[in-house]
C-alpha cells in the first residue's frame, strides 16, 4: 500500500466534506442505518471467519462478536448520532472591540483523525459515523483479531458514500500489518490527531512513538468502595451489574474496596456474584470471611499483582480499608482515571470522594456500566479519554471539534 497516497486522499477529501451541509450528512447516515440493518447476515457471515480464529475462552471474544441485537444496536446509535445537532459552526464567543474589529470564536471540524482499536468491530461504525457527523475525515486502524469485521463494515460505508455522490476517501481503512499503526503515527500534515483505542499496551505504544498529537482513552481499572453506611440491597445489585452485565468492557468493575466494618456483609453482598461464578481474588481479610461461604473453586487469596488490574473476565479483587481516606488512596495508586463510584448513604462522605476521586467518570450509588457514550446521551463515543486536555471521559460529537478565530473588519490598521 501507497500510504502516502492513502494519506492526502482523506485529507482532500476531508476538506471537501468540511463543505457538505447538515442536512446531508444527516440523510446519508440514515441511508448507512439502514444499509447496516439490510446487511446483517452478511456482517454476522464475515465476523464468524474473525471468531473462528480466537478462543471462545479469550476475554476479546465477547467484544469481537457481533449478533443480530448488537448490529440492530449498531444501526440504532448511527440514527441516534444522526439526530443530534452538530456542534460544527457553533459561536463559542462574540464581541465587538473599541476599534469595531467584530472577533468570534466558532467551533470547527478538527479535520483528518486517525483511529487505532483492537478487536472491537462497532468501533469501525462508531468512529465513522462521529467523524462524518463533524465533517471529520478518518483513517482507521483496526486490530488483526476483527480484519474480516472490519472490513464488512467498511465496505457497507464506502457503498453508501459512492449512493450518495460522496468521496468514498472520507474514511479509509488500513491493512492490519503492524506497519500500518507505524505509518499512521508518523503522518505528520495528513494526520491532524490520533485517538487509541484498546488495551493499555496499545496506549503505551502509541503515546510513545507518535509524531501526531494523540487523545488518550485510557483502560479501565475500575473499583467500586462499599462504605460503612452502604445500603446491603442497593450495592449488591449494583456491584454485579458493575462487574457482570459484560466483563470485556472497560466500564466493568475490577476491584471491589470494603469498609471493614462492613465484612460480616460480604457473603450476602456477593451472592449475585457467586450466581454468575465470578472468581474472587480477596485481601486476607475478606477471604477470611468468605471462607466456607463463597464456593471454594472460585474463592482465591489476593496478591499486589490483582490490585491495579484490568480483568476483562469474570474476576474480582478485593480490598478492606479501615476509612474513607484509605480508598481514596487505593483508588489513587492504583486506578487507570476512569470509572469510579463509591456506595454510600453518608452525604459527607459520598461529597468527600465526589471532590478527591481523580477519574473521567466518579459515581454515587449506580454502576460503573452507565460511563458510555450512548447512556451519556451523546449518541456514540470515539473513545473514553482518561487524559485532561481537550476531552476527558466519554468522548462525541464536542469531542471531535476545535475552533478558530473569525475576525471582521472595515479597512483597520495596527498601530
Not at 483511529?115 to 467523524?131: G, H, K, M, Q, S
Request: proline share 4%; hydrophobic share 40%.
Amino acid at each position: 500500500m501507497d500510504y502516502t497516497e492513502v494519506f492526502e486522499k482523506t485529507r482532500e477529501a476531508g476538506r471537501k466534506l468540511s463543505l457538505l451541509p447538515a442536512e446531508k450528512v444527516t440523510s446519508v447516515l440514515h441511508d448507512l442505518a439502514g444499509a447496516i440493518s439490510k446487511q446483517a447476515s452478511f456482517l454476522i457471515t464475515e465476523n464468524e471467519k474473525d471468531l473462528a480464529r480466537m478462543p471462545e475462552n479469550d476475554p476479546m471474544y465477547d467484544r469481537l462478536k457481533l449478533t443480530d441485537e448488537r448490529i440492530a444496536t449498531m444501526a440504532k446509535d448511527v440514527i441516534n448520532v444522526a439526530g443530534l445537532p452538530s456542534p460544527v459552526g457553533t459561536v463559542l464567543s462574540d464581541k465587538t472591540l473599541e476599534n469595531n474589529l467584530q472577533i468570534s470564536k466558532v467551533t470547527v471540524p478538527i479535520g483528518v483523525i486517525g483511529i487505532i482499536y483492537e478487536a472491537r468491530p462497532n468501533v469501525t461504525c462508531d468512529a465513522f459515523v462521529l467523524c462524518f457527523k463533524t465533517n471529520n475525515a478518518c483513517i482507521l486502524k483496526g486490530g488483526s483479531d476483527a480484519e474480516f469485521s472490519n472490513q464488512a463494515l467498511i465496505d457497507i460505508i464506502k457503498s453508501v458514500l459512492q449512493e450518495n455522490e460522496l468521496d468514498t476517501d472520507i474514511v479509509n481503512l488500513l491493512p492490519v500489518a503492524r506497519k500500518s499503526t507505524e505509518m499512521l503515527l508518523e503522518a505528520t500534515g495528513w494526520v491532524d490527531v490520533v485517538i487509541p483505542r484498546g488495551s493499555q499496551q496499545l496506549i503505551n505504544y502509541v503515546r510513545e512513538h507518535a509524531k501526531v498529537p494523540v487523545i488518550e482513552t485510557g483502560a479501565g481499572i475500575v473499583h467500586t468502595y462499599f462504605d460503612e453506611t452502604a445500603d446491603i440491597e442497593k450495592g449488591a445489585a449494583v456491584i454485579c451489574n458493575a462487574k457482570t452485565r459484560r466483563v470485556s468492557v472497560c466500564n466493568s468493575l475490577d476491584c471491589l474496596l470494603v469498609h471493614n466494618k462492613t465484612l460480616h456483609m460480604l457473603p450476602q453482598l456477593l451472592k449475585p456474584l457467586e450466581q454468575k461464578m465470578v472468581e474472587i481474588y480477596a485481601d486476607p481479610f475478606s477471604h477470611e470471611v468468605l471462607n466456607g461461604k463463597y464456593p471454594a473453586s472460585l474463592l482465591f487469596e489476593a496478591s499486589e499483582e490483582h490490585y491495579g488490574t484490568e480483568f476483562l473476565s469474570l474476576k474480582l479483587a478485593i480490598k478492606t480499608v479501615n476509612n474513607l481516606e484509605e480508598a481514596l488512596e487505593h483508588i489513587n495508586k492504583y486506578g487507570s482515571r476512569h470509572s469510579e463510584a463509591i456506595l454510600s448513604e453518608d452525604e459527607e462522605h459520598i461529597s468527600q470522594f465526589l471532590s478527591s476521586v481523580d477519574a473521567a467518570a466518579v459515581y454515587v450509588n449506580t454502576s460503573t456500566a452507565f460511563t458510555d457514550g450512548a447512556e451519556f446521551g451523546l449518541g456514540a463515543e470515539i473513545g473514553i479519554s482518561t487524559q485532561k486536555l481537550h476531552a476527558r471521559g466519554p468522548m462525541g460529537l464536542e469531542a471531535l471539534t476545535s475552533y478558530k478565530w473569525i475576525i471582521r473588519g472595515d479597512g483597520q490598521v495596527r498601530s
